[in-house]
């Protein structure tokens, strides 16, 4: 018998990055048997190990005793060392009180768009982006409204065009700088003129998803949305500690609300999930006082695959890549291949042994691309690569616009 499940439940998506990984799984004995084991550019997990620092925090607070429940808001140590990285980094004063603990980047987004989301408003949001932005916000009924991220503008977007979406029922802007699916990065210029524009629109909240903030290359400096005074007010900052000192596993994040919404976010807090595990915690803040050394040594590694990458992806038949300028993913137009992106997706997958995320995973607009994280070894890079090129030669391109 079929289970009376709730209406919205239709509407929930997913992350197709969970899905692509295990079926790669699945595959990778036949792919072994083969002699072609399965190259994973999927899922966007760093792969290194958490830094030695961090875990030694983390093994000791077991052994200290930390079992047991912490302040739903988390360890105020914690908050307080949030608050002096935000200081120190977004150069921007906020109270260790705005500060919620949580467990990953996801519980952020899904506080403040269940918070929000209602039949009859509507909610911005970036496409192709993260997919559980557009999930979440059909499963409050609310309608999504895409910000499509265009190749030619190296998937940054026009804030004119975003400002002129605003209507009395957008109640949240959300932005992610830099970006997941694309690796693009927001300039100054382009969020001075956003914020002058949203200066006119106070009933509109902005959810600012920087989990990337320190992903970001060739000089270029993140600018924060937190940064603008005019805005502050309204801005719920998200951040973590997954990308940045690569820990997915430990499930770290944090939220910096604005004051009058905190205590609602704590709220859906102790409804779900209590608290954020507590020795997690406590390698939480040696990993923000700690050395840093480790995470340059990643960002600096990142960089390299990232030239790699491009470079490679740019001699493929049928595919051109703009470079990116952060997070961990290379997002080539791949219309020259013939296929669409699911097609292409599943032509690597099996032909190649390359795990992908095709690119309308990630939205509508997304249609025509195929996202690769490099969060993988130059061996790796360097062997689905030439896998590819090979394969791909073999069929005829339709074009092979270089850039
Ligand atoms: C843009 C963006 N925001 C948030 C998250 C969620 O991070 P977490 O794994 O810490 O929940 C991700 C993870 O891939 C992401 O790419």
Known sequence: M??????????LGTESAFEVLARARAMAPELEKKGRPLINLGIGAPDFQTPANIVAAGQKALADGYHF???????????????EDIAKRRRVDVHPDQVLIVPGGKPTMYYAISMFGEPGTEILYPNPGFPIYESLIKYTGAVPVPIPLLEETGFSFDPEFVLSKITPRTRLLILNTPANPTGGVVGKRELDVLVKGLEKHPHVTVLAD???ARLIYDGLEHVSLLAYESIRDRVILLDGWS??????????????WPKELVA???RLQINSVSCTSAHSQIAAIEALRGPQDAVDKMVKAFDERRKLIVDGLNQIPGFRCVMPRGAFYAMPNIQGTGMSAKQLQEFLLVECGVATVSGVAFGAFGEGF?????????????????RMREALSKRPALSNARR
Request: positive net charge; contains cysteine; aromatic residues 12%.
């Open 210 to 212: 920087e989990i990337y």
């Open 69 to 83: 429940y912490t302040p739903a808001k988390g360890l105020p140590e914690l908050r307080e060392a949030v608050c």
């Open 243 to 256: 990308k940045t000192f690569s820990m997915t596993g430990w499930r770290l994040g944090y939220g910096v």
């Open 2 to 11: 079929p289970f009376p499940l709730a209406q919205r439940m239709s509407l």
């Open 370 to 386: 195929v996202r690769f994280s490099y969060a993988s070894s130059n061996d790796n890079i360097r062997e689905a690569l030439r």
């Open 264 to 266: 609602h976010a704590e």
